[in-house]
């Protein structure tokens, strides 16, 4: 086993992870994401590069490429099975197999994305990851979780500890006068044509 942190990583490097990538992957999804992305994104501009941290097997970002054809992508995965298709889609060099708790930007990218990520960390350690996900942007960070106006813990497909609803967004906003909010919104499990996981997104814009 890995040398990990938080309970919570292990959950998702060992075989949790590895059968959440076949429940997680489908034409429907793609064209979901597709959808949520055009919205969320529709304020940015100049977007050519993006890390998406917990990429799993990049049904995200080959929704982004398709918006973006010449995006170059990046991504942070602590599932090995994970990297190994994720790696049928980006260039392994682009491709960092560490927890979030244990990357060190070394560069910037334009587009920072985090979606359905952050609800599932050890939140003791929430600041280190806003930390994170900030010294990574060099523009736009897109936050997409589950939201609750104070933090609460949910069951999990009968785990404890493993899913967490708060305001993310609204504390990052707090803890760095550099970011500033640009645009929101929900995307709902009924919608008809293009339905989400009930995630609220926040696209948030790094001030220079």
């Not at 070394?106 to 010294?135: E, F």
Request: aromatic share 14%; glycine share 4%; charged share 25%.
């Amino acid at each position: 086993m890995e040398n990990f942190k938080t309970e919570q990583e292990n959950f998702w490097a060992g075989e949790f992870g590895d059968k959440y990538i076949s429940r997680n992957q489908s034409s429907a999804l793609l064209a979901s994401n597709l959808n949520f992305f055009s919205k969320a994104l529709k304020t940015t501009s100049e977007i050519s590069e993006c890390l998406e941290f917990g990429a799993n097997i990049g049904m995200n970002l080959k929704a982004l490429k398709l918006l973006y054809p010449q995006m170059n992508q990046y991504a942070v995965e602590i599932n090995k099975k994970a990297v190994s298709l994720l790696s049928e889609t980006l260039p392994k060099d682009n491709i960092f197999n560490v927890s979030i708790l244990d990357f060190k930007p070394i560069r910037k990218w334009d587009l920072v994305l985090i979606k359905g990520v952050l609800i599932h960390m050890n939140q003791d350690y929430l600041k280190n990851i806003y930390q994170t996900l900030i010294d990574s942007t060099s523009k736009y960070l897109l936050v997409c979780e589950y939201y609750n106006p104070n933090p609460v813990m949910i069951k999990y497909r009968g785990n404890d500890e493993k899913l967490y609803k708060r305001d993310f967004a609204g504390e990052i906003l707090d803890s760095f006068s550099n970011i500033e909010l640009s645009d929101y919104g929900f995307a709902y499990h009924k919608d008809a044509n293009f339905p989400q996981d009930d995630i609220t997104w926040f696209l948030l814009k790094k001030n220079k």
